[in-house]
C-alpha cells in the first residue's frame, strides 16, 4: 500500500494552505528545490559546459523520459522530454498527418484544449492543401470517426469538466477506419495509471508541471510508438533530433527513434526539478493513486452537493469517465474561487461559470477536503463573494 503520508511528507506546502491546484500547477517537491540549488550551483557554477557530458545535461531528456514512460504504461526509450506541450502537439500532429497522407481531416472535440485546437488550425494553415480541424462535441467523437480522419486529436480528460474519454476505444475505432491518434495527456499523467502502449496510442503528449510537479514553465514529454519511431518525421526538425548533432551537417537527417522528436537545447534546471520531483513517484503504486483520488472526488461532491445546493456539479459521477478533478457551475464561479483562494483555499477558474478543483492523494487527504468543503459553505451561505474586489480578474485565472 502506498503510504501518502509520507509522500506528503516530501512536498513544502506553506502552512495554512489547502491546496486543489495541482491539476494546473504542482507544488514544490522539497527535494527540488535542493536539487535545483545543486545543479546551479555545483553543475552550471563550477562545471560550466563541460555539464553537458559531466553532469548529464545531455542524456536528461531521454532518461527523464524514461521514467515518465513507467508512469505512463509506455514502453522503454519512447519518450522523450523538451519544449512546452503546445509545441509538443504541433510536432506530433505533423508527423502523424505525413504518416497518412491521402487524408486531410484532424478530428477533434469541443472540450479540447483550446492551445491543441490553435495549434492545429495554424498547422492546417502552413500546410494548405485541403487540410482542415474538424471539431465536435467530446460526446460524438467516436461516431464522426470515419475515414476522411487522417488524425484524432484529443485530450483525454476535459481541462473544464474533468470528464475522461475511453482511450483504448477511441484508438481502437480510429485504427479500424485508418486513422492515427495523438493524445494529450495533460490532465491524466500523474493523475491515475495510463495504458498508453497496450491501448495502442500512436503519438501521445502531455506537460509535467501539473500532477508531475516539475515547477512553473516545466518542459513536455512526447510518445511514439515504437512502430512508428523511426517512420515519424519530425516538422520541426531542429539541431537535437539530428542524428549527429555535433557533426554541423548543413541538412537533416533524422536521429533514432524517439530522439528525432528532440528540438533544442532542454531546459537543464527545469528538467532537473523535475528529476527530483519523480522521486517522488517511486514509492507511489498508481492504483493506489486512483483509487484514493476517486475517494476523495467523491467525498468533495457529497461535501459540496449537501451544502451547496446552487453549485452544480459539471464532472460525471461515472468513476470511469472522471479525471483527478472536481468542477462546478455558478454563474458567479470566479468571484466566488476569490472568496476561497482569500480563505486559504486554492483552486481556479475556468471561463465561462466553472470552478474546478484537483485532488491529488500525494499530498491531499480526507481532512483538507472536509475543510474546504466547510470553507466553501460558509462563503455560499453568507454571499462573502460579493465583495468587490473579488470581482477583479487577474491576467491569469
Ligand atoms: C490539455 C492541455 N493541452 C495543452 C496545454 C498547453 O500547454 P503549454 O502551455 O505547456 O504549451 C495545456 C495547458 O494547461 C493543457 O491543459
Not at 495504458?195 to 516539475?214: E, R, W
Not at 511514439?224 to 520541426?236: K, N, T, W, Y
Not at 454571499?383 to 491576467?395: A, F, H, I, M, S
Request: charged content about 20%.
Amino acid at each position: 500500500m502506498t503510504d501518502f503520508a509520507a509522500t506528503r511528507a516530501m512536498f513544502d506546502l506553506p502552512a495554512g494552505v489547502i491546496y486543489l491546484d495541482g491539476n494546473s500547477l504542482g507544488p514544490l517537491p522539497r527535494a527540488a528545490a535542493a536539487r535545483v540549488a545543486q545543479a546551479v550551483s555545483d553543475e552550471w557554477g563550477k562545471l560550466l559546459i563541460t555539464g553537458w557530458n559531466k553532469a548529464g545535461w545531455m542524456d536528461q531528456p531521454s532518461r527523464i523520459g524514461d521514467r515518465i514512460a513507467r508512469l505512463i504504461g509506455a514502453e522503454p526509450g519512447t519518450v522523450v522530454m523538451g519544449d512546452t506541450l503546445s509545441i509538443k502537439v504541433y510536432q506530433a500532429l505533423a508527423s502523424a498527418l505525413e504518416m497518412n497522407p491521402a487524408r486531410r481531416v484532424i478530428l477533434s472535440d469541443t472540450g479540447n484544449f483550446p492551445s491543441d485546437l490553435y495549434m492545429a488550425e495554424g498547422l492546417c494553415r502552413t500546410l494548405g492543401n485541403g487540410y482542415e480541424l474538424k471539431c465536435v462535441d467530446p460526446e460524438q467523437v467516436a461516431g464522426a470517426i470515419d475515414a476522411s480522419v487522417a488524425v484524432l486529436l484529443i485530450t483525454e480528460v476535459d481541462y473544464r469538466t474533468g470528464r475522461r474519454h475511453d482511450m483504448a476505444d477511441l484508438t481502437m475505432r480510429a485504427h479500424a477506419a485508418g486513422a492515427l491518434t495523438v493524445w494529450d495527456l495533460a490532465h491524466s499523467a500523474g493523475a491515475f495509471p495510463l495504458t498508453v502502449a497496450q491501448d495502442g496510442a500512436d503519438f501521445a503528449v502531455g506537460c509535467s508541471y501539473k500532477y508531475l510537479n516539475s515547477g512553473p514553465g516545466g518542459p513536455a514529454f512526447i510518445y511514439v510508438a515504437p512502430r512508428h519511431a523511426d517512420v515519424a518525421r519530425p516538422a520541426l526538425s531542429g539541431w537535437l533530433g539530428h542524428a549527429a548533432p555535433f557533426a554541423f551537417d548543413t541538412s537533416y537527417r533524422p536521429g533514432a527513434g524517439i530522439e528525432r522528436m528532440r528540438v533544442g537545447t532542454p531546459p537543464v534546471l527545469q528538467l532537473a526539478a523535475l528529476e527530483a520531483a519523480l522521486d517522488v513517484w517511486d514509492a507511489v503504486d498508481l492504483n493506489d493513486l486512483r483509487t484514493a483520488s476517486l475517494a476523495l472526488s467523491d467525498r468533495l461532491i457529497a461535501g459540496v452537493e449537501s451544502a451547496c445546493p446552487t453549485l452544480t456539479l459539471a464532472t460525471p459521477r461515472d468513476h470511469a469517465q472522471r479525471g483527478s478533478q472536481v468542477s462546478f457551475r455558478h454563474p458567479q464561479g470566479y468571484a466566488i474561487m476569490q472568496a476561497l483562494i482569500a480563505r486559504g483555499v486554492i483552486g481556479d477558474f475556468r471561463a465561462p461559470d466553472i470552478l474546478r478543483f484537483g485532488l491529488t492523494p500525494l499530498y491531499i487527504g480526507a481532512q483538507e477536503i472536509d475543510a474546504a468543503v466547510a470553507i466553501l459553505a460558509e462563503v455560499m451561505s453568507r454571499d462573502l463573494w460579493q465583495t468587490p474586489e473579488y470581482q477583479v480578474r487577474g491576467r491569469v485565472t
